[in-house]
């Protein structure tokens, strides 16, 4: 069972990112502040919900919140400075979006960058403890997926409507028999080492 808060007392934004370990595509923060009243049963880690249920959620989670905030990186930043300081990025981003101004974060995972001089507590698995971070996590996951069903129009081989631009079997045949498209990640291994000596 998700807790509400860490500490009541305080204004506490969950903070979540999707798309960290994808191999085309931007990552997706998101940071939310959650009344203290708020409980919806369908609400869990993102991962472990379907996507019926991320979707009847996210707008629910939308109109409910204190404040929200969601930032993206493009997968050009990622290549730039790295997809885990591109992850804290979206997450400053997001957070610079709230209309209400936290004064505690919890961050999902174990690394953080401090933003700004609030205080911030990073926990493992955050998003399958505490309701702001697995608030955060659906509203991170539906909007990538969304960014990535509309690219999927525009690259159908690589199957995006299905993978999101993770790196599964027929994301990387794909990447093998067409190449890579601008949008992949150029610093990450699009394909398994041996495949990729086979193509040179």
């Not at 997968?75 to 505690?104: C, G, V, Y």
């Not at 702001?132 to 996590?137: E, F, M, Q, T, V």
């Not at 990387?172 to 495949?195: D, M, W």
Request: glycine share 4%.
């Amino acid at each position: 069972m998700l807790l509400p808060f860490l500490d009541v007392e305080k204004i506490e934004a969950g903070c979540d990112e999707a798309g960290r370990g994808c191999i085309a595509g931007p990552v997706c923060a998101a940071a939310v502040i959650l009344p203290t009243d708020f409980h919806h049963p369908l609400l869990n880690d993102s991962k472990k919900m379907s996507e019926k249920d991320r979707e009847i959620l996210r707008p629910i989670i939308e109109k409910e919140a204190i404040a929200f905030g969601v930032a993206f990186i493009d997968h050009k930043e990622i290549d730039k400075i790295n997809i885990l300081k591109a992850s804290f990025k979206a997450m400053h981003h997001a957070l610079d979006k709230l209309q209400t101004i936290p004064n505690s974060l919890l961050i999902d995972g174990n690394r953080f960058v401090k933003y700004k001089d609030i205080e911030h507590h990073c926990i493992i698995k955050g998003d399958g403890k505490y309701a702001s971070i697995a608030a955060a996590s659906v509203l991170a996951k539906t909007y990538r997926d969304e960014f990535m069903l509309k690219l999927d129009k525009k690259f159908p081989h690589y199957k995006w409507l299905s993978n999101k631009g993770y790196p599964t079997i027929a994301h990387r045949n794909a990447v093998r028999e067409f190449g890579l498209t601008s949008y992949h990640r150029k610093t990450f291994a699009c394909l398994p080492k041996q495949i990729e000596m086979d193509l040179k």
